[in-house]
């Protein structure tokens, strides 16, 4: 690994005016490669829902799986036999975790035939229809129950955390925390344009035992880069997709730290201060659900890579990846125990 060389006994020699330690930043910020105009991008639609009718059962509750605050698809108050025979006066009745639905609640929709369709769903839990029919004008009227457990999903959210080394004024320096201020802000800059934002994890300064010198001091920055909500714009576009913003802006990171190396190398004026160590750029990939929601494939195998809502007796307080258990717990997407 390729490092410039540090301070010791000439430090002071390296010592420099505060515009002229931020001056490789500034030379990079022009540098930097724009966005074009024809990559402002709109925020695409999510994808439509499967318009699969889903069919219930009265022996066990079938899962359902709905994007939070999307439509269901169409469910019916039918199970596989009742589909394929003809029911005499047939009557329907919903309920939810709330009580009866009705179609007077703009949050549901229920058509003669008792088909069920949730409207922006958000209310996870069990549903069930009640079914009264004659198979026969002259038979009793039957009774069934047919039961549904309904889940509100989301995307994971994806973003990258990526960490670099600076070498660094001493520890106590006012000098690193306003670098470390001019740093995000030209990161942020950066990936502006793609709707992306980057934000700063944590900063330590810390002493640098280094095999053939003595203690240097150096920054460990962590940061995530993540794309922005672009609003109820809709777009088709393959470029709007937040996870190709997201690349677009991880490319952009890595041009900017090779560029300083780059200027490193060539500049014939002192090194500042503060400057990145060739090298120590690291990127990784990180999936997250939001508070309340949690990936599971054992439990939902019919959605192994969703963010389902957390059942009652497990909770997420925060953007972890499972629900964690909780006895206390009592309701679906609980955030505390």
């Known amino acids: 690994m390729w490092r410039a060389a540090r301070g010791g006994a000439g430090g002071s020699r390296w010592a420099t005016a505060a515009a002229g330690r931020l001056l490789l930043l500034l030379v990079l910020l022009q540098a930097a490669p724009a966005v074009q105009p024809s990559e402002r991008f709109l925020r695409c639609a999510g994808p439509s829902n499967n318009d699969l009718e889903i069919v219930g059962s009265v022996v066990f509750p079938v899962k359902v799986y709905v994007k939070l605050n999307h439509n269901s698809p169409p469910i019916l108050c039918l199970t596989n036999h009742l589909r394929n025979v003809e029911l ?3 009557v329907f009745q919903w309920y939810g975790p709330g009580g009866g639905l009705s179609s007077e609640d703009s949050s549901v929709e229920i058509a003669p035939t008792g088909t069920l369709i949730l409207k ?3 209310l996870s839990g069990v549903y069930n229809c ?6 026969t004008a002259m038979q009793l009227h039957k009774n069934h129950i047919i039961k549904y ?5 989301s995307d994971p959210k994806i973003y990258y955390e990526f960490t670099v080394q600076y070498h660094a004024a001493p520890c106590d320096s006012s000098q690193n925390a306003s670098f470390k201020k001019a740093l995000l802000q030209l990161l942020n800059k950066l990936v502006a344009r793609l709707s992306c934002e ?10 640098v035992k280094m095999q053939r010198g003595g203690l240097q001091n150096e920054i460990f920055f962590t940061f995530s880069v993540a794309p922005l909500d672009r609003g109820k714009h809709k777009c088709q576009q393959r470029a709007c997709a937040a996870s190709h913003r997201l690349n677009k802006a991880k490319r952009l ?3 900017f730290f090779k560029r300083q190396v780059k200027v ?3 500049c014939s004026e002192p090194l500042p201060d503060i400057y990145y160590i060739d090298g120590t750029l690291k990127i990784v990939s990180v999936d997250r659900c939001h508070p309340g929601y949690g990936i599971n494939a054992v439990v939902h195998p019919d959605c192994p890579e969703c963010c389902v809502v957390c059942s009652p007796g497990s909770y997420n307080p925060s953007d972890g990846m499972h629900c964690l258990p909780c006895n206390s717990s009592l309701i679906y997407g609980a955030t505390t125990c």
Request: net charge positive; charged share 20%; with cysteine.
């Open 120 to 122: 922006h769903f958000n």
């Open 149 to 153: 457990l309904i889940y509100a999903y």
């Open 198 to 207: 980057v934000k700063l994890i944590k900063s330590e300064c810390h002493h």
């Open 130 to 135: 009640s079914i009264v029919y004659k198979l």
């Open 88 to 90: 005499i006066d047939p």
């Open 264 to 266: 490193s190398r060539t």
């Open 253 to 255: 990171i890595k041009i």
